[in-house]
């Protein structure tokens, strides 16, 4: 099937392309964006004008981060295409309400990605806790944001998340592995006195999970979570990539989280049907809402 890829930045050039690039389902049939291109193939810097001029491209993946996606995705699903957004699926829980109510109306997919859960060993955890009891839990998501978003003032805008825009990863992470819904308790969010979005956050779950992200380490990242139960725990490191049972490593599949995300929406085009999760931007929002400020050290690149 053609797609057509909007938005070519950061994201855009380290996993979409590459992951098109090697799809048997898919051809990269045309790029949407006001400053990139990919050699080779068409290219558009309006979306409007790309709608007229390519009706027979009838998929199209958003790249962008969440605040400007919803504007786009809601022209191309009023056009008539299938669409596959980035994570965090919006801005708001309400926009992506509308996005599905309209994809629906249309019979159209939408997609709403979490790559993490692509993880290879988030299946593997997701199985091993099925039968069992949670009794607690730690999430370690900490990195340099000078590192992963060089430059990237949106995320310290307002829609861009701050520390959740990594965060919202183990999230999406927890709220696929657990056999019973979580939801949060208590927060604390460090805000720089210059940005609008959290650096670092404190979270409190239920059944008995706690969480630490932080953007102000340097060096290697630390994307790791641990769920205890009576049997013992299971570990995920490096955003799921490995996986320990009781200490123990356990193999699994190949790592290939954007490869994944295509695979499913093939299937879900091809079956007509949509996938639309907002589980882990609950979670955030709820600590949008709840979370206690602490006003921290302003913050430059
Ligand atoms: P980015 O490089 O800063 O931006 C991606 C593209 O979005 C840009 O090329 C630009 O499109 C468009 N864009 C940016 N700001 C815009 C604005 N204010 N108005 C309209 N368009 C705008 O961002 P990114 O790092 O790729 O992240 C994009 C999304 O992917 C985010 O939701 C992020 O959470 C997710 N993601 C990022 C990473 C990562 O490692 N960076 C990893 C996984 C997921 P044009 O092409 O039109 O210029």
Redesign the pocket.
């Known amino acids: 099937m053609k797609i057509a890829l909007s ?6 050039r ?2 979409h392309i590459p992951a098109l690039e090697a799809s048997e389902d898919w051809e990269l049939a045309a790029t949407i ?4 291109q990919v050699e080779g193939v068409e290219h558009f810097t309006d979306l409007g004008a790309f709608l007229e001029a390519r009706p027979d491209i009838e998929v199209i993946s958003f ?6 996606r919803y504007a786009l995705a809601r022209q191309a699903l009023e056009a008539g295409r299938h669409v596959m957004l ?3 699926p919006g801005a708001t829980l309400a926009e992506v309400h509308d996005l599905a109510r309209l994809a629906g109306e249309r019979g159209r997919t939408l997609y709403t990605t979490w ?1 993490s859960r692509m993880a290879a060993g988030v299946s593997v955890a997701k199985d091993w806790l099925a039968t069992r009891e949670v009794t607690g839990g730690r999430i370690d998501w900490i990195e340099d944001v000078k590192q ?2 060089p430059g ?1 003032d ?1 995320v310290f805008e307002p829609g861009g998340l701050g520390v959740f ?1 990594p965060g919202i990863n183990a999230l999406s992470i927890l709220t696929e592995i657990l056999p019973r819904p979580v939801f949060l308790t208590e927060a604390t969010l460090e805000v720089p006195e210059n940005r609008q979005t959290p650096i670092a956050a404190q979270l409190q779950f239920t059944q008995g999970i706690e969480a630490r992200f932080d953007w102000r380490e340097a060096g290697p990242p630390t994307w790791n979570m641990e769920i205890e139960t009576a049997e013992g725990s299971v570990k995920l490191i490096r955003g799921g990539s490995r996986v320990e049972i009781a200490g123990e490593a356990v193999e699994t599949g190949p790592h290939a989280e954007y490869p994944a995300l295509y695979e499913r929406m093939a299937e879900l085009v091809l079956h007509g049907t949509q996938d639309v999760d907002l589980a882990p931007m609950v979670l955030v929002a709820d600590a949008m809402s709840l979370g206690r400020r602490e006003s921290v050290a302003a913050f430059e690149w």
């Open positions: 938005g070519i930045g950061k994201i855009a380290d996993q964006s006001r400053s990139g790249c962008q981060p969440p605040v400007p980035e994570k965090p790559h992963w978003h990237q949106w825009d």
